[in-house]
C-alpha cells in the first residue's frame, strides 16, 4: 500500500488558514487522495478528495502538488470545533481506507 | 448525524464472554466496513462487506466473525473476549462497493470494555 506521512501535531489560531501537509511520494497514478477528520469522541468524518486538480468543498481545499507527491489540505478560517485528528489516506482499486496515525490540530482561541 | 446506526454505544463485559455489535448503514449504502480503533494501534480496519458478500478482509482475529445480512444491516461478533479487545469499533457504510473511491460515512462507535 502506498504510504502517507504526516506531522505528528499542528497549532493553529482561531480564525486563521491552517495548512495541513501530507506527503506521499510513492503514489501511483490510479491513487486517490483522501482526507478524513475525527473529532474527539465521534467517528471519522470525511472531507475532501482529489485525483490531480486541486479541489474545493464547503468544509476545505485540497491543493495537488503538480508531480502528486504531495498534498495540503486547507482549512480557510480554523475554528475550535476543528480541533480534531486529520488523516491523509491514499485509496485505489478495491484497497479499504487504511487510516494512518494523522495529524492532531489543535486550535487556540 | 452521518446516518449510520450503530448499537450498543457501550458495552461492559468479562473476559472469556461473547458480544454482538450491530450496524445499520444509511439508506441506500450496499458496503459496510468495520473499524477497531485502540489507544496503542489507532484506527485498524477488520473487513468489508458489499451487498452481502465479504470484499476485504483486514485485521480481523479469527475470534472475530462478522456478516452482512439481506436488509444491508451488519453484525460483528466478538467472541472469547480478552482484556486487548477492549476499544472503539467504528462501523462504516458507502454507496458502493470496489472501487473505493468514494466517500465512507462512519457511526458514532460502540464501546466495548473488557473487564
Known amino acids: 500500500d502506498a504510504k502517507t506521512t504526516q506531522p505528528n501535531s499542528m497549532e493553529s489560531n482561531e480564525e486563521e488558514p491552517v495548512h495541513l501537509p501530507c506527503n506521499h511520494s510513492?503514489?501511483?497514478?490510479?491513487?486517490?487522495i483522501h482526507w478524513y477528520r475525527q473529532l474527539p469522541s465521534q467517528g471519522p468524518e470525511y472531507v475532501i478528495h482529489?485525483?490531480?486538480s486541486n479541489v474545493n468543498n464547503r468544509m476545505a481545499s485540497l491543493a495537488i502538488a503538480e508531480d502528486r507527491k504531495s498534498s495540503t489540505l486547507i482549512l480557510h478560517r480554523a475554528t475550535l470545533r476543528d480541533a480534531a485528528v486529520y488523516y491523509c489516506?491514499?485509496?485505489?482499486?478495491?484497497?479499504?481506507?487504511?487510516f494512518g496515525k494523522g495529524t492532531r490540530l489543535s486550535v487556540i482561541a | 448525524d452521518s446516518g449510520v446506526t450503530q448499537t450498543p454505544k457501550h458495552l461492559i463485559t468479562a473476559t472469556g464472554q461473547r458480544v454482538t455489535l450491530r450496524c445499520s448503514p444509511r439508506?441506500?449504502?450496499?458496503?459496510v466496513y468495520w473499524y477497531q480503533q485502540s489507544l496503542d494501534q489507532g484506527l485498524q480496519f477488520l473487513i468489508q462487506?458489499?451487498?452481502?458478500?465479504?470484499?476485504a478482509k483486514g485485521n480481523i482475529l479469527e475470534r472475530f466473525s462478522a456478516q452482512q445480512f439481506p436488509d444491508l444491516h451488519s453484525e460483528l461478533n466478538l467472541s472469547s473476549l480478552e482484556l486487548g479487545d477492549s476499544a472503539l469499533y467504528f462501523c462504516?457504510?458507502?454507496?458502493?462497493?470496489?472501487?473505493?473511491?468514494?466517500?465512507?460515512?462512519f457511526g458514532e462507535g460502540s464501546r466495548l470494555t473488557v473487564l
Open positions: 462504516a457504510s458507502s454507496v458502493a462497493g470496489p472501487p473505493n473511491t468514494g466517500e465512507l460515512f
Open positions: 439508506s441506500g449504502d450496499l458496503s
Open positions: 462487506y458489499y451487498n452481502g458478500e465479504e470484499r
Open positions: 482529489g485525483l490531480t
Open positions: 510513492t503514489i501511483s497514478g490510479t491513487d486517490y
Open positions: 489516506i491514499l485509496i485505489s482499486g478495491n484497497t479499504p481506507l487504511v
